[in-house]
């Protein structure tokens, strides 16, 4: 479970509307909540045996029982007698019969007709009450974040700079695996745009060294991972007394570590997440929101699109993507080989409508030609998939012209690239990435 402040949590409950949905172990729980979310009504899923006491300390307009599974092992009779529980604490409750999308003008019925909610849920609303409850919390203390230079980290750190200004310092290490140009973006913005007290360490050697001669993809994440948390401390000592730290936990990372009935199954380490047992006291200000919500709050904040729109990227970058060992030399190709795939996919208009679309780079070389010349070098893959949630994924079915393009360019354009391929293998029982 998330570390989120219980006392900003209860706060919020006296404030906030709010309508609980019950996890009943059915399919599409996160959709219905989003849902009423969209329709002006903040929700929260909760599993289906919370205590009645527990409900009512958290105030909810109005109950909403999602569909059951059995594979969680809960049927209707089970429900049913939830249902006569609940109805015994006098907030209006809402069946789910069949899905949400069918229901909705009953759900609307009952959000605004038997709850009385008054569509006060929107991001503005959000911004607003967030930035009264980090003032409080923080007052006059200063506050610490790593910026990784990704969606959640970024709405985060403007966030609470909103909210509290030059109190907040942002740190970024820059370990040298990210895509061209991401380190400089994130100093014109963080700096430039926002002004905000950000330090920026170029630690691209003393990874490069902590990674040198390293195959096995685990092993790499570690080094990588241990790395960045020294770096991150060495660079907080410098900073002296700081109290609270940022992080930027999202709403699905909080209801995927839970099932229907309350277990924990796993919980959230991110690469470039930080050890717990740190000296601060966590805010994570995002906590509430789908991922929709974060880059819309982050557009309200004036953070740019191409951050707010970004793709999924993983915590160990271009690490992971080079298959094998990692050096200097295949870290320039596979950056350069990078940006050409995404401009290609922008310029076609299918950065925003594909999951995720990047280039990789395996250990190995073959035979090709070059005018007159034999040539001996890497081979660049090519992966595009589509996805909902990571947990599986479709790989595109990108237009011939566009592939064409994007390996004319690439075997053009990067030295010691002969050859592109494009990777069809869908997850499962492939992965996203290679490593
Ligand atoms: P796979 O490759 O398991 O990836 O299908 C699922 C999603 O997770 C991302 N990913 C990572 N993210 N640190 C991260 O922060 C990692 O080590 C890591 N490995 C994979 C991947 O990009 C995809 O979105």
Redesign the pocket.
């Given at each position: 479970m998330s570390n989120f402040n219980k006392g900003e949590a209860i706060d919020l409950h006296r404030r906030q509307e709010k309508v609980l949905v019950l996890d009943f172990g059915g399919p599409d729980l996160q959709i219905l909540a989003r849902k009423i979310r969209e329709l002006g009504v903040y929700s929260e899923i909760i599993p289906y045996n919370t205590s009645l006491e527990e409900i009512k300390r958290q105030n909810p307009r109005g109950l909403v029982l999602a569909s059951v599974s059995a594979d969680e092992g809960v049927n209707s009779a089970v429900r049913d007698e939830v249902r006569s529980k609940l109805r015994t604490i006098g907030v209006p409750l809402y069946v789910l019969r069949e899905d949400a999308e069918k229901e909705m003008s009953a759900l609307k019925d009952f959000l605004f007709q038997d709850c009385r909610c008054s569509k006060e849920w929107s991001m503005q609303y959000f911004i607003q009450e967030q930035v009264k409850t980090i003032r409080e919390k923080v007052g006059d203390k200063r506050v610490l974040c790593a910026l990784s230079g990704g969606v959640d980290s970024s709405v985060a750190a403007v966030l609470v700079h909103r909210a509290i200004g030059e109190q907040l310092t942002c740190v970024f290490v820059d370990h040298g695996f990210m895509r061209k140009g991401e380190p400089e973006q994130v100093r014109a913005t963080f700096k430039e745009q926002f002004q905000m007290n950000l330090v920026f360490v170029d630690a691209r050697e003393r990874f490069l060294q902590k990674v040198a001669g390293v195959t096995d993809p685990e092993q790499k994440?570690k080094i990588i991972g241990t790395e960045f948390i020294r770096v991150f401390e060495d660079e907080a000592a410098k900073l002296g007394k700081i109290d609270f730290l940022v992080q930027g936990t999202i709403y699905p990372d909080i209801v995927e570590s839970q099932t229907a009935s309350g277990k924990i199954i796993k919980s959230h380490h991110?690469?470039?997440g930080l050890p717990e047992d740190l000296e601060f006291q966590l805010i994570e200000p995002l906590w509430q929101l789908f991922k929709n919500e974060v880059r819309e709050v982050g557009r309200e904040l004036g953070l740019a699109e191409e951050i707010v729109g970004r793709q999924?990227?993983?915590?160990?970058g271009l690490a992971?993507r080079i298959i094998g060992e990692i050096t200097a030399e295949k870290l320039d190709i596979l950056r350069e080989a990078d940006a050409i795939v995404m401009e290609e996919i922008r310029n076609a208009g299918l950065y925003e409508s594909t999951?995720?679309s990047f280039a990789v780079l395996p250990s190995i070389k073959s035979v090709g030609m070059q005018g007159e010349e034999r040539t001996y070098a890497y081979p660049i893959i090519l992966r595009v998939v589509n996805s909902i949630d990571?947990m599986t994924?479709e790989w595109v079915r990108l237009p011939y012209d566009l592939l064409d393009q994007i390996s004319s360019r690439i075997v053009r354009e990067v030295p010691k690239v002969n050859r592109v391929v494009y990777d069809i293998t869908s997850?499962p029982p492939g992965?996203?990435?290679w490593e």
């Open positions: 994440r991110n690469v470039g999924p990227f993983p915590g160990p992971v999951w995720q990571a994924a997850k992965t996203i990435e």
